[in-house]
C-alpha cells in the first residue's frame, strides 16, 4: 500500500464512475484484513499506530468510493474540475424552477400520497443526475460537466433530506 495512491488505486479499481458495489465491499474487507491494528502487535507501538492510521485512510476511500455522489466528486476532482460548491451555486434556470416547483409541493404537501409523490419524483431525478455522471465521466471524460451533475445531485440529495423531515413532521 502506498499513501500517495489515490482511492481508485488503493482498491485496485478501474478510475471510473461505474463500480460494482460487490467488488468494493470485499476489497475493503481485504484492505482492512491487511492493515488490522492486532496483525502488528509484535511489531510495537509505532507500527501498531501506522496500521491504525492506514485503517483509517481505508476507510475514508471505501467511504469515497461507495457512494455515487462522493465517487462523482472525488473524479471530478481528481481531474482538475472542482466542484467548489461552497462558492458555485449556478445552476441552469430550468433546474432552479424545478427545485422551486419541488419547494412548494413539498410546503403544500399534507399526507403520505403526497410525499409519495415527490420522492418518486425526487427518487427519477436523482436517478438520471446520476446516469448523466456516469456518461460525462465515462464516456465523454467531460469532467466539469460532471461536476455541474453533481452541484445538481447535492441540491438533489438535500431536498430528499427536506422530504424525509416532512415526512416525519406528518408522522407526529
Sequence with gaps: MNLQSDDFELFGVPRQFAQDGNVLAARWKDLQREA?????????AAAQRV??????????????????????????????????????????????????????????????????????????????????????IDEKQDYAGAARQVRALMFIARFARDVDLRREQLGQ
Design 36 to 44: 488490522h491494528p492486532d496483525r502488528f502487535s509484535a511489531q510495537g
Design 51 to 136: 496500521a491504525m492510521q492506514w485503517s483509517v485512510r481505508i476507510n475514508e476511500a471505501y467511504q469515497r468510493l461507495k457512494d455515487p455522489l462522493r465517487r462523482a466528486a472525488y473524479l471530478c476532482e481528481l481531474n482538475g474540475a472542482p466542484i467548489g460548491a461552497e462558492d458555485n451555486t449556478a445552476m441552469p434556470a430550468a433546474f432552479l424552477m424545478q427545485q422551486m416547483e419541488w419547494r412548494e409541493a413539498l410546503d403544500d404537501a399534507r399526507d403520505e400520497a403526497a410525499i409519495d409523490d415527490l420522492e418518486g419524483m425526487v427518487s427519477a431525478e436523482r436517478r438520471g443526475a446520476l446516469a448523466r455522471c456516469a456518461e460525462f
